[in-house]
């Protein structure tokens, strides 16, 4: 290559130099430029240039200092990222790759739209570079599903929108330190009292101790000793051993919403708790986990309009349980927001919600501020119950090459940079959790996430299915407050049924019987009211 470089230099400065001496044979003269224009790109390193759109504007530093690396790696493309809004993105694609000299060779949009792109030809079907890895090797199902569009793989994942269940730990930890102190204690009150009625009163007991010559008391020293140290020989302040604590934290982290409903029964909440268990009712990011895993729109690729099961018995039983957590938590949906749940619980006023991924950055800016005075944990979000399982929805923001672009394998090769092996900083930098699956991170809570979304169900991709989440919200509201279960899931399904189908449609009427209630939860007006009373929501 240096060897050619030199070459062409040798060849222009004889060009020059012959193309001077023809002028001036002529008579002619040269007169020179009075401003010499700036040459951006080097004299033999001619570079096409790539466009890389996007709608986030907190992915520009990270995307900008990419491209940087990228335009230094290679010395074919340079790329440029373009922050544009996010109303009609497609559309304002679509006609820069009609209209525009500067076309945008890839972008990044979420998978919901990607029938959309790929019909409209602003998607074309990736092309794995020789040499690269499986995507298998880089992501798991749930992100390679998201970025494929019938069989055909036309997106690169990038990183990833799902929910996940947030704790207070710290009152965990203080409630299993109570749990466990109060099981010592009535552990020593049961061993005093064996002693008392094998060896009879304390007095009795040292006289016989002094007859043998034994020193009365020192068992009991040598257990008050061991009691004072953990099972890795370090004292503990207050008897207590931190592993037994945190292991107690990890038994209560609850497994179902009745384990929720449980816990809020038993647990002695500090002044400043407003609410055991409070989420956004509202938003149905943080309410499909209910019917996540009985609903399914479009398949494991949300790409199938004959894959479409709303209205069934599984998903009628799980918006029952939902519409009965009302009554115990009492959450105002006209009056919610995720914005002040997130704030109420780095305030500690609540001591379990839903949250997205979102909500660590926040916490640790809390905490770095001295505005969050707790420690706080994440897992994967309960289960309906011991029968139903939850799901909760994923959006995948994937890297598109253009249908339109003119350099498509040079685009190609940048996606793969940009999501394959690139992606190391990209929480760090933006708060966005990389759909590549060997990342590590600083934060251990990113893992619960990371895992719920393996077991997400997508975000659909048909555009007969675009008002589903409208409408599905529209039934959850519904539902919380106190519509039938039943009649509105059959009222989405048709609505949704008919859109894709062209046609009228009818569900069949499914029976579902309503559960009885325990007995002794309601057994009479008097239970109901103490069950009422002592909810998630604290006086």
């Known amino acids: 290559m240096i060897i050619k470089r030199r070459f062409l230099t040798v060849l222009l400065i004889a060009c020059v130099v012959g193309g001077l001496y023809a002028v001036s044979s002529r008579g002619l003269t040269v007169e020179p430029k009075e401003e010499t224009e700036e040459i951006e790109e080097p004299l033999f390193g001619h570079r096409e240039t790539l466009y890389l759109w996007y709608t986030d504007e907190a992915l520009t530093d990270y995307l900008n200092s990419v491209a940087v690396a990228y335009n230094d790696f290679q010395d074919e493309a340079r790329v440029i990222p373009v922050h544009t809004s996010g109303a009609e993105y497609l559309e304002t694609i679509n006609q820069a790759s009609l209209h525009s000299e500067e076309v945008p060779d890839l972008y990044i949009v979420g998978n919901d739209s990607l029938e959309k792109a790929y019909l409209a030809g602003l998607a074309s079907e990736i092309r794995i570079p020789e040499g690269v890895l499986p995507m298998s090797n880089f992501f798991t199902d749930t992100a390679i599903h998201a970025a494929t569009y019938h069989d055909k793989q036309i997106g690169y994942p990038f990183y990833f929108e799902t929910s996940s269940f947030l704790y207070n730990k710290t009152y965990l930890e203080d409630w299993a330190r109570a749990q466990i102190e109060a099981e010592l204690d009535v552990a020593a009150a049961e061993a005093a009292e064996a002693e008392l009625a094998q060896n009879g009163p304390e007095e009795e007991a040292g006289e016989e101790d002094a007859e043998s010559g034994e020193s009365g008391g020192s068992e009991g020293t040598e257990t008050a000793d061991a009691s004072q140290v953990n099972a890795e020989g370090t004292p503990e302040a207050d008897g207590i051993d931190e592993n037994a604590v945190a292991e107690r934290v990890e038994e209560a982290l609850p497994k179902t919403i009745d384990d929720i409903l449980a816990f809020a029964d038993v647990y002695d909440a500090p002044e400043q708790v407003e609410a055991i268990f409070k989420w956004d009712v509202s938003d149905i990011f943080y309410n499909y986990f209910f019917v996540g895993n009985y609903i399914d729109v479009g398949g494991i690729a949300g790409d199938r309009d004959d894959f479409i099961n709303i209205y069934n018995e599984d998903a009628i039983r799980c918006m029952r349980v939902y519409q009965d957590l009302n009554q115990f938590f009492s959450i105002d949906a006209e009056e919610i927001s995720y914005a002040d749940i997130l704030q109420d619980f780095i305030d500690g006023k609540i001591v379990y919600t839903v949250v997205t991924t979102d909500a660590l950055a926040k916490i640790e800016e809390a905490k770095a501020n ?18 139903l399982v939850s799901r909760s929805l994923s959006v995948t923001q994937c890297i598109v090459v253009n249908g339109y672009s003119m350099y498509k394998d040079m685009a190609n090769d940048f996606a793969v940079y940009l999501s394959c092996y690139n992606a190391d900083n990209l929480y760090d930098r933006t708060g966005k959790i990389p759909a590549r699956t060997d990342v590590i991170f600083d934060n251990g809570n990113v893992q619960a996430f990371i895992a719920e979304y393996e077991k997400s ?19 959850f509201a519904r539902i919380w407050a106190g519509n039938d279960a039943n009649a509105e899931l059959k009222s989405l399904s048709e609505k949704i049924m008919t859109q894709v189908k062209g046609e009228e449609y009818t569900e069949e009427y499914i029976d579902v019987p309503e559960d009885e209630p325990e007995e002794e939860e309601f057994v009479d007006g008097e239970m109901a009211e103490e069950t009422e009373g002592d909810s998630g929501e604290t006086e």
């Not at 505005?371 to 029968?387: A, R």
């Not at 169900?457 to 039934?475: C, D, F, R």
């Open 370 to 387: 001295g505005e969050f005075q707790y420690e706080y944990g994440t897992s994967l979000i309960p289960n309906v119950n011991e029968e």
């Open 457 to 475: 169900a997508p975000n659909p991709k048909m555009i007969g299915t675009s008002n589903y989440w409208v409408e599905m919200e529209i039934a």
